[in-house]
């Protein structure tokens, strides 16, 4: 089951000096009361990928 974490966790989440284990789980929740919705993602067009290449300033080919 994927766990979420809220906005007003974000913080504490990232604190380096936050290290307890228990903690740290408990600020995990299940997203919408255990409801996810998944949906896939369209493939990537050839414009994407000519945009992605323009930014990263690569030459190599993505999928």
């Given at each position: 089951?994927?766990l ?21 789980r ?7 009361d255990?409801h996810?919705d ?13 945009t ?9 080919e993505?999928?």
């Open positions: 089951m994927p979420a974490l809220t906005p007003d966790h974000y913080d504490s989440w990232l604190d380096p000096h936050h290290q307890d284990p228990d903690e740290l408990a600020l995990l929740t299940q997203p919408a255990g996810l998944a949906r896939p993602s369209p493939p990537p067009s050839t414009t994407s990928a000519a992605a290449r323009s930014t990263c300033g690569t030459s190599r993505f999928p």
